[in-house]
T-cell receptor, first 117, second 113 residues
Framework: GAVVSQHPSWVICKSGTSVKIECRSLDFQATTMFWYRQFPKKSLMLMATSNEGSKATYEQGVEKDKFLINHASLTLSTLTVTSAHPEDSSFYIC?????????????FGEGSRLTVL | GDSVTQMEGPVTLSEEAFLTINCTYT??????LFWYVQYPGEGLQLLLK?????DKGSNKGFEATYRKETTSFHLEKGSVQVSDSAVYFC????????????FGKGTKLTVNP
């Protein structure tokens, strides 16, 4: 199946710094990418939907200025956690879909674990 | 809003045992239902899906039937293998496809030889 890769797989940073997580579709063009956040023993929570070349659509309660999402090309979307704080520590997962609007099968990255000290 | 409730884990079974992981949902309209599996160190993968009532999704020996009357989509396998050890997520989408999936918390399955 199609491959989606996230980088880094884990990152530790100091409070107040910004961290960028990349999500790449390796063998297909992803018109739509989704970013999720997973807390321990909780379900994946959709944070935002990004479409190539346009602004991301954020879910209710997700701070746009805190979690910057860029989908500059059909194979790359980035999530930047700005001025990270310990409560931002979490497992972030991206998924990608090659169909416009994200109506096909999703392919998921391995996830990126962020720990903010 | 839409929600998915799945069986709390972890679940530990012996090889060749029967597996059931319960999943129930709450949704307006007629959602599509999915089971995803996450093997250690890998991303989530679609295991099976069903898009309308009474549909049965199946793959790799796993099955789940879309039961509208009980709002359930329980995952079953008749004889599990060690290689089935993974985390299983039940999910729904009310958009027809995989758009805006709502996930359950996940159930960790460990199969011992």
């Amino acid at each position: 199946g199609a491959v989606v890769s996230q980088h880094p797989s884990w990152v530790i940073c100091k409070s107040g710094t910004s961290v960028k997580i990349e999500c790449r579709s390796l063998d297909f063009q992803a018109t739509t990418m989704f970013w999720y956040r997973q807390f321990p023993k909780k379900s994946l929570m959709l944070m935002a939907t990004s479409n190539e070349g346009s602004k991301a659509t954020y879910e209710q309660g997700v701070e746009k200025d805190k979690f910057l999402i860029n989908h500059a090309s059909l194979t790359l979307s980035t999530l930047t956690v700005t001025s990270a704080h310990p409560e931002d520590s979490s497992f972030y997962i991206c998924s990608a879909d090659w169909t416009p609007g994200g109506t096909g099968e999703l392919f998921f990255g391995e996830g990126s674990r962020l720990t903010v000290l | 809003g839409d929600s998915v409730t799945q069986m709390e884990g972890p679940v530990t079974l012996s090889e060749e045992a029967f597996l059931t992981i319960n999943c129930t949902y709450t949704a307006t309209g007629y959602p599509s239902l999915f089971w995803y599996v996450q093997y250690p160190g890998e991303g989530l993968q679609l295991l099976l899906k069903a898009t309308k009532a009474d549909d049965k999704g199946s793959n790799k020996g796993f099955e789940a039937t879309y039961r509208k009357e009980t709002t359930s989509f329980h995952l079953e396998k008749g004889s599990v293998q060690v290689s089935d050890s993974a985390v299983y997520f039940c999910a729904l989408s009310d958009r027809g496809g995989s758009e805006k999936l709502v996930f359950g918390k996940g159930t960790k399955l460990t199969v011992n030889p």
